[in-house]
């Protein structure tokens, strides 16, 4: 028992330091870490989620912060704001070819390469242990779990016959879900358990 509670203790204290060491290196390209984590998230929302709304709740930051980061984000011309087709009131973020340029250089992609040297066993387990981590949190604080399409409970794998815009299907909001979209991530994500 007390071994356990040393040992989880000691996976808190590393997450708390690994994640400080990454954040400071997050000043580099001319970016701070906000503008990183906003350039982030905004690379991997799927079409649902790609608004200052969304990218709000993802931060858990204020409007006037996330504000001020579209705002640089849009002066260094790493994103282009406009109007959701369809929906004056609404607005859509989105990536220019120099902000997917930029997302080239994250420097978390070097962690997600540290990652992919540890053994295959390490990194499952890592995975998943995480995954559950993250789960609990999410759970724990009612916060959106922003996961991916195939871990949802509104996805279907098969779609309406042969939609050009498919081939599977969100049941939430009756629309097909191209094989590209699957692995972004969604506001409107629910786990499927
Ligand atoms: S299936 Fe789930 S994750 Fe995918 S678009 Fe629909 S609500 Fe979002």
């Known amino acids: 028992m007390v071994k356990t509670e040393a040992e989880s203790r000691e ?5 708390e ?3 400080r060491l ?13 503008q990183w984590e906003a350039l982030r998230f905004l690379a991997r929302a799927n079409r649902f989620s790609n ?16 504000s ?15 109007e959701r ?6 607005i859509v973020l989105e990536l220019t070819e120099a902000g997917h340029a930029m997302m080239a250089k994250d420097p978390w992609m070097a962690l997600a390469a540290a990652c992919g040297e540890l053994g295959g066993k390490t990194r499952r387990r890592m995975d998943k ?8 949190e999410t759970a724990r604080r009612q916060s959106p779990s922003f996961g991916a399409c195939d871990s949802c409970r509104f996805w279907r794998e098969q779609g309406r016959g042969d939609d050009a815009l498919g081939p599977h299907l969100c049941m939430l909001f009756d629309l097909p879900i191209s094989t590209t979209e699957v692995a972004q991530i969604c506001i409107a994500h629910e786990p499927a358990n």
């Open 68 to 82: 001020q980061t579209v705002k640089a984000l849009e002066r260094k011309k790493l994103i282009v704001k406009s």
């Open 17 to 19: 330091r690994l994640s």
């Open 129 to 136: 242990g995480l995954a559950e981590l993250l789960a609990g």
């Open 22 to 34: 990454m954040r400071g290196g997050e000043f580099g390209e001319g970016l701070n870490p906000a």
């Open 51 to 66: 608004s200052p709304g969304a990218l709000t709740r993802y931060l858990g930051a204020t409007k006037g912060t996330i």
């Open 85 to 90: 087709p369809g929906e004056k009131r609404s």
């Open 11 to 15: 996976i808190a204290y590393a997450l």
